[in-house]
């Protein structure tokens, strides 16, 4: 079963609006999440992490806010990109392993 | 910078043909891992290694082994492949224990056709 779930496989937002990437989780033990992103042939590249201590963990256009009452984490992308057109990852660690969910493809649309 | 090195970026082999996936770290990293991506399914963990001569099983390790005898180089062997192994697959590495472990670095991937 998923313990990490990503339930949107796509997402079409207009430059210069904000992304919202949404993710869920199920294990009430993961104590640090991890979002990547991924472009075609290439592989994923770590882009932004939160401690299940926090509840926001802002770094440039990007912010990710963690719901722990709710197993919920999002990421924020403002003002979106064209280059941030890709595929998001978010994961969460079980010791020295992450575990991912299956990912969303985000489209900046000009 | 970290640096993950992947020995193919594309690779066709026949069914029941041995396949030999090479990865290299420069950054020192204990810790290593094998992953396939496929649409749909997002990363899935194959094998993983701690250290030198040591390997654990990931999520999908069946049809699948890895060798590490080097702390570099960890490797993926299919012993015999078949048409469903073909997949993006993924090499990754990161420095053992602590909040820096769970900041793989990924190499560029290894797209495997199995005809």
């Known amino acids: 079963d998923q313990q990490v779930k990503q339930n949107s496989p796509s997402l079409s937002v207009q430059e210069g609006r904000i992304s919202i990437l949404n993710c869920d989780y199920t294990n009430s033990m993961f104590d640090y999440f991890l979002w990547y992103k991924k472009y075609p042939a290439e592989g994923p590249t770590f882009l932004i992490s939160i401690s299940s201590i926090k509840d926001k963990n802002e770094d440039g256009r990007f912010t990710v806010f963690l719901n722990k009452s709710a197993k919920h984490l999002s990421l924020h992308i403002v003002p979106s990109q064209p280059g941030d057109s890709a595929v998001y990852f978010c994961a969460a660690n079980e010791y020295d392993k992450i575990i991912f969910g299956k990912g969303t493809r985000l489209h900046i649309l000009p | 910078d970290v640096k993950v090195t992947q020995s193919s970026r594309y690779l066709v082999k026949r069914t029941g043909e041995k396949v030999f996936l090479e990865c290299v770290q420069d950054?020192?990293?204990?810790?290593m891992f094998w992953y396939r991506q496929d649409p749909g399914l997002g990363l899935r963990l194959i094998y993983f290694s701690y250290d030198v001569k040591m390997k654990e099983k990931g999520d999908i390790p069946e049809g699948y082994s890895v060798s590490r005898e080097k702390k570099e180089r960890f490797s993926l062997i299919l012993e015999s492949a078949s048409t469903n192994q073909t997949s993006m697959y993924l090499c990754?590495?990161?420095?053992?224990?602590?909040?820096?472990?769970?900041?793989?670095?990924f190499g560029p991937g290894t797209r495997l056709t199995v005809t």
């Open positions: 950054m020192d990293h204990e810790n």
């Open positions: 990754a590495s990161s420095p053992r224990g602590g909040r820096a472990s769970y900041e793989q670095y």
